[in-house]
Nanobody, 128 residues
Framework: HVQLVESGGGSVQAGGSLRLSCAVSGSTGSSSLCMGWFRQVPGKDREGVAAVDLEGTTTYADNVKGRFTVSKDNAKNTLYLEMNTLEPEDTAMYYC??????????????????????WGQGTQVTVS
């Protein structure tokens, strides 16, 4: 079993930056996990933001490319999401997710909620 705990959310002005962290614990370390970040606003479906697979290959949603950077530190069992040039439209609850094994072969599958087995509780990001 894998536990995921997000941190780093908060309130920031438009144009600002935040870094989210997701700590991995349990029976498997992050080196064996396909991991992703998702976000959700009330009344809307959860959407994929970014993902990183076992080899470190990254995938991004079009609306965050060039602004967000996902990374994984396997020595610390931690997933990160560096968010720059934040916009009010980035306001959401951000969730960390993990799947034991390789991510799916397509970008769409890597950013699909159905790919992932384990989820954190979320951390709120508010941009005004």
């Amino acid at each position: 079993h894998v536990q995921l705990v997000e941190s780093g959310g908060g309130s920031v002005q438009a144009g600002g930056s935040l870094r989210l962290s997701c700590a991995v614990s349990g029976s498997t370390g992050s080196s064996s996990l396909c991991m992703g970040w998702f976000r959700q606003v009330p009344g809307k479906d959860r959407e994929g933001v970014a993902a990183v697979d076992l080899e470190g290959t990254t995938t991004y949603a079009d609306n965050v490319k060039g602004r967000f950077t996902v990374s994984k530190d396997n020595a610390k069992n931690t997933l990160y999401l560096e968010m720059n040039t934040l916009e009010p439209e980035d306001t959401a609850m951000y969730y960390c997710a993990a799947f034991l094994g390789r991510c799916g072969g397509t970008s769409a599958s890597k950013l699909n909620t159905h790919t992932y087995t384990y989820w954190g509780q979320g951390t709120q990001v508010t941009v005004s």
